[in-house]
């Protein structure tokens, strides 16, 4: 069995040490890697938006 697994599940074995991962602390790791990606989302948008408005005007015929 790989660490990974164990990481998550905890070691089966009865006598050791190592606990699982409660389930509200994994659900909480999650939303923040969530908020971090749409906040890098957001972000991007506003500049994307910014540069977007500058290169409009460049553009006209």
């Known amino acids: ?3 990974n ?3 998550f599940t905890g070691n089966p074995l009865k006598n050791s040490p190592q606990k699982p991962i409660p389930t ?3 659900v909480l790791l999650i939303q923040e ?3 971090q990606i749409y906040f890098v ?3 991007f948008e506003k500049a994307y ?3 977007n408005i ?3 005007p460049a553009f006209k015929t």
Request: glycine residues 0%; positive net charge; hydrophobic residues 60%.
């Open 49 to 51: 938006t910014q540069v």
């Open 5 to 7: 697994f164990l990481l």
């Open 41 to 43: 989302l957001v972000e």
């Open 24 to 26: 509200l602390v994994v």
């Open 1 to 3: 069995m790989n660490s």
């Open 54 to 56: 500058k290169l409009k």
């Open 33 to 35: 890697i969530h908020f």
